[in-house]
């Protein structure tokens, strides 16, 4: 998956999906982003807006949780019966 964030360095990176719940995700970053810091996740054929609530270290990389507007499930199930 890929990751676009202004405050990011390099303005994008690569991205692991860590956990997903209804209302956000939660991925492993290898640069770290300032909470309230707006995310654009691509993720095969969808996408998801979202703020980062939190971004904590994680071994040599950081887990930042995702605040997202559309159901998350619901996004992913649609894309997934395309």
Same mark, same amino acid.
């Given at each position: 998956?890929?990751?676009?964030? $202004?405050?990011?360095?390099?303005?994008?990176?690569?991205?692991?999906? $860590?956990?997903? $719940?209804?209302?956000? =995700?939660?991925?492993?970053?290898?640069?770290?982003?300032?909470?309230?810091?707006?995310?654009?996740?691509?993720?095969?054929?969808? *996408?998801? =807006?979202?703020?980062?609530?939190?971004?904590?270290?994680?071994?040599?990389?950081? =887990?930042?949780?995702?605040?997202?507007?559309? $159901?998350?499930?619901? *996004?992913?199930?649609?894309?997934?019966?395309?």
């Amino acid at each position: 998956m890929n990751v676009n964030c $202004s405050d990011l360095r390099t303005g994008s990176c690569k991205a692991r999906l $860590s956990d997903l $719940s209804v209302h956000g =995700l939660s991925l492993i970053l290898k640069e770290k982003v300032p909470v309230a810091s707006l995310i654009k996740v691509e993720w095969g054929t969808v *996408t998801f =807006l979202g703020e980062a609530v939190y971004c904590q270290p994680h071994g040599k990389e950081f =887990l930042v949780g995702l605040k997202v507007e559309d $159901s998350v499930y619901e *996004t992913a199930r649609k894309s997934a019966e395309q």
